[in-house]
């Protein structure tokens, strides 16, 4: 059993997941976290790793670190050092497809899955969310061509069995992604999870809850039976429930 915090969407940068950010800090239960954050689907940006920097560290009072993992080939001892000395692992938003080819060819996934298992906090935004789950709704193709691209069906690490789309609500290029995830839903059939932004989905040792940084977040289930879709807001509460109710068709 491991500790995920599956964030949807938000400005990191502008503190619109703060309230989040303080759940994933707080779940380490240390006094002074050793934060690392993972930049890879942003093509390992330095702005990105200051606010990252500037929020976890200088506001949440962590101890943090940065792992780049594109130009470098760091050894399976290094990774190891590096993730599994950490107290809590955050991923951040960009391009997935990019990002998980990337971990895979250098074990990265392999060695976060340790971390998993040992209780590592594992946490992150976008396609810091899709990693975590076996399949993702990604806008990755936008990335490679901005003029003519589709959302795609990107594999994640398979921590939580379901299909996940973060940005629910919200739209990429103009193109919702909740209609589109919706059609994706229906030629697939997995368990759906929409999670909107300023929303995030808290697992903790096979039970789950619904945390928001902003009033009407929120996240949806979505299942597949028959010709049908069943779209359903998952309702939050301040206890943790059993997973099965979220990650399995009822």
Same mark, same amino acid.
């Given at each position: 059993?491991?500790?995920?915090?599956?964030?949807?969407?938000?400005?990191?940068?502008?503190?619109?997941?703060?309230?989040?950010?303080?759940?994933?800090?707080?779940?380490?239960?240390?006094?002074?976290?050793?934060?690392?954050?993972i930049p890879t689907a942003s093509g390992d940006s330095r702005d990105y790793w200051h606010a990252f920097?500037? *929020?976890?560290?200088?506001?949440?009072? $962590?101890?943090?670190? *940065?792992?780049?993992?594109?130009g470098v080939n760091p050894t399976a001892a290094e990774l190891e050092e590096r993730i599994l000395g950490s107290d809590l692992v955050y991923v951040g938003g960009g391009n997935t497809l990019k990002m998980m080819r990337r971990w895979r060819r250098l074990g990265v996934d392999h060695v976060l899955a340790e971390a998993y298992r040992r209780r590592v906090v594992l946490s992150g935004l976008?396609?810091?969310?899709?990693? @975590?789950?076996? @399949?993702?709704?990604?806008?990755?193709?936008?990335?490679?061509?901005?003029?003519? @691209?589709?959302?795609?069906?990107v594999r994640g690490m398979g921590l939580l069995d379901a299909l996940a789309c973060p940005h629910f609500d919200s739209a990429t290029k103009g193109v919702p992604r909740r209609?589109?995830?919706?059609?994706?839903?229906?030629?697939?059939?997995? *368990?759906?999870?929409?999670?909107?932004? $300023? $929303?995030?989905?808290?697992? *903790?040792?096979?039970a789950y809850r619904v945390i928001t940084s902003r009033p009407g977040a929120g996240a949806y289930q979505l299942v597949r039976r028959g010709r049908d879709l069943s779209v359903k807001r998952v309702e939050q509460?301040?206890?943790?429930?059993?997973?099965?109710?979220?990650?399995?068709?009822d």
């Open positions: 059993m491991g500790r995920i915090i599956a964030i949807g969407g938000g400005d990191i940068a502008a503190r619109e997941t703060l309230a989040i950010d303080r759940e994933v800090v707080a779940l380490t239960g240390a006094a002074r976290p050793r934060a690392l954050f920097d500037d *929020v976890y560290g200088r506001e949440l009072g $962590c101890e943090t670190d *940065v792992l780049y993992l594109l976008s396609a810091g969310c899709i990693c @975590w789950f076996s @399949w993702g709704h990604s806008d990755s193709m936008a990335s490679y061509h901005p003029d003519d @691209w589709s959302y795609i069906r209609d589109d995830f919706e059609a994706m839903m229906r030629k697939h059939r997995d *368990v759906g999870i929409g999670i909107g932004d $300023c $929303c995030a989905i808290e697992v *903790v040792d096979g509460r301040v206890e943790y429930r059993p997973t099965e109710g979220l990650l399995r068709a």
